[in-house]
């Protein structure tokens, strides 16, 4: 507890401290809560890419193991990627198939952007030794209170897996 003061030392100086406590938590609060709200909206975001991970894992293995068309392998990685601030809608969904890393040169067989690829059955046409990448993607939206730090984060989650049957 704190030290009263002693009726017969010093009152005045016991005046003199009344609102110190008040005035240095008036100074380190804004501080404070702005690291609360901080840690509070990147964590926001971390759990959104976690999430997105997720669900581009969930829509890969479904694509894998099921007859799946790039509509069902998009509606099962947009489910499984649905979090805080974060709809199934708002997640975009490009799917390859290679035996490779995609790179800038691939054409994606699933693009949740363009309907005319949504029949696409991925595996069907597959050879020995490919890879089903599914592309999770999301612009994450961010503002701190107290501070002028806002911004879009464009986040990403990979699930990759083998093709285990072939047309």
Do not use: H, W
């Not at 804004?30 to 669900?55: D, K, M, T, Y």
């Not at 199934?88 to 699933?110: G, H």
Request: with cysteine; proline share 4%; glycine share 8%.
């Amino acid at each position: 507890m704190g030290e009263r003061c002693m009726p017969a030392i010093s009152r005045r100086r016991c005046r003199e401290e009344a609102g110190a406590a008040a005035v240095e938590f008036a100074l380190v609060a804004p501080i404070l809560f702005s690291l609360v709200f901080g840690i509070i909206g990147f964590g926001f975001v971390f759990a959104q890419e976690l999430s997105l991970g997720n669900g581009a894992r969930q829509g890969a293995r479904f694509g894998v193991v099921n007859d799946a068309t790039c509509q069902d392998i998009t509606d099962q990685t947009r489910s499984g990627a649905e979090t805080i601030n974060m709809t199934a809608a708002n997640v975009q969904v490009v799917v390859y198939l290679n035996s490779s890393e995609p790179d800038a040169s691939d054409t994606s067989i699933c693009d949740s952007s363009d309907a005319s690829k949504s029949a696409n059955v991925p595996c069907q046409d597959s050879t020995t030794g490919d890879n089903l990448y599914v592309y999770a993607r999301f612009v994450s939206d961010i503002s701190v209170p107290l501070l002028p730090i806002s911004g879009q984060f464009p986040l990403q989650g990979t699930g990759v897996f083998r093709c285990e049957f072939s047309g």
